[in-house]
């Protein structure tokens, strides 16, 4: 079942939201202080959930934010499907720059529940708590939800709806695990039906092949050919590199498992490429957010001297069916648009990073 509690947060007021909402933190720190002004900028919301809607082109998501505790993720209430790389995790609990009270959600998905559609239309009914526009041109829209009988409601709505599926904020988690049993994490649970996957890119840095190079590498297990105006690739098993001046489609040849094959792909051409069968922590091998497009990953091909990859994404349904069996896929094997933005919640801790005054609970 998917667990999630009322929270214990600072909500951006809507007056800061356009100086606040995903912006590098120390963009947010109050003129002078080189801390965040806690009363100035944000309103302490206490015991509640939000409904947290984003909209970007033609697509529209709409969400729970709340914590979720931390046995959660050890007792199979949420599952994993991605590996973390070992030094992430104690890189992220190191960073002065990245302290845990300014995290963003984590972004969690549960299976389609008609409980939990019709509680947040008859939420989104309502006058909205917050509206802003990130600079990455998501909007967001917030309801605070925290009249206790509406919460119970929702937190009943969301058990029923099996168990969740950590998407993003893999190294989040594992940091927050690191610190012990007791602690929460703030979560984003988005239903599977409105979760957005998006291709996942690759650069491989210091590394230009030439193009009968690859094609020969390749051709005994892929369909390998040249095109001229690139697109990212849909088909599945599909794959985009870049060789020289141009680039080079190759398809996987049959047959080939219809499970997984993006991933299966991915790990295949590398190898082959690379020579290598541990793709997955090579230091030359970069991950890429999958909203680059082509040319900005060709651009930072550029920047690297290398090559850029670009594989079909995952589908929801592969994602859910690997963290139900106890698989866990290589390290960025998926990437979701939009996610919750740095700086419109901030947990309880933050005031070791803000002024001594103490935040009201008044609407913002």
Not at 144 to 173: S, T
Request: glycine content about 8%; proline content about 9%; charged content about 20%.
């Amino acid at each position: 079942m998917a667990v999630i509690l009322p929270a214990d947060v600072y909500l951006v007021r809507r007056q800061h939201a356009s100086n606040l909402v995903g912006r590098v933190p120390g963009g947010a720190q109050a003129e002078g202080s080189g801390r965040y002004d806690v009363d100035l900028r944000y309103r302490r919301a206490r015991s509640s959930l939000f409904l947290h809607r984003m909209a970007v082109g033609t697509h529209t998501q709409a969400g729970v934010v709340g914590l979720v505790p931390a046995h959660a993720f050890t007792s199979r209430l949420v599952l994993p499907h991605e590996r973390t790389l070992p030094e992430r995790p104690g890189q992220a609990r190191r960073d002065p720059a990245e302290p845990r009270s300014r995290w963003p959600p984590v972004l969690l998905t549960h299976r389609a529940s008609a409980d939990v559609t019709v509680l947040a239309r008859r939420v989104a009914r309502r006058p909205p708590t917050l509206e802003c526009t990130s600079p990455d041109g998501v909007a967001h829209t917030v309801w605070q939800v925290d009249d206790p009988p509406e919460v119970e409601e929702l937190i009943a709505a969301m058990r029923g709806a099996g168990p969740a599926y950590l998407i993003d904020g893999h190294h989040r988690v594992a940091t927050t695990l690191s610190l012990g049993p007791s602690d929460a994490v703030l979560c984003y649970l988005l239903p599977s039906d409105q979760l957005r996957l998006l291709p996942h890119h690759r650069v491989v840095s210091d590394w230009v092949p030439a193009v009968g190079d690859v094609i020969a590498a390749l051709r005994h297990e892929f369909e390998v050919a040249v095109v001229r105006g690139p697109r990212l690739p849909t088909a599945p098993g599909e794959v985009l590199l870049s060789a020289g001046a141009g680039w080079l489609r190759a398809r996987p040849r049959p047959p080939w498992p219809e499970a997984l094959v993006a991933v299966r792909v991915a790990e295949q051409i590398l190898g082959v490429l690379l020579g290598t069968g541990d793709a997955e922590h090579d230091p030359g091998v970069l991950f890429v957010p999958g909203t680059a497009t082509l040319s900005e990953l060709n651009d930072q091909a550029h920047r690297a001297r290398g090559t850029a990859l670009t594989f079909t994404a995952l589908t929801t349904s592969e994602l859910m069916e690997a963290a139900d069996a106890g698989r866990l896929l290589p390290a960025k094997a998926s990437w979701a648009e939009p996610k919750p933005p740095t700086g419109l919640y901030l947990r309880p801790g933050a005031e070791a990073d803000v002024t001594g005054r103490t935040a009201d609970n008044g609407r913002a």
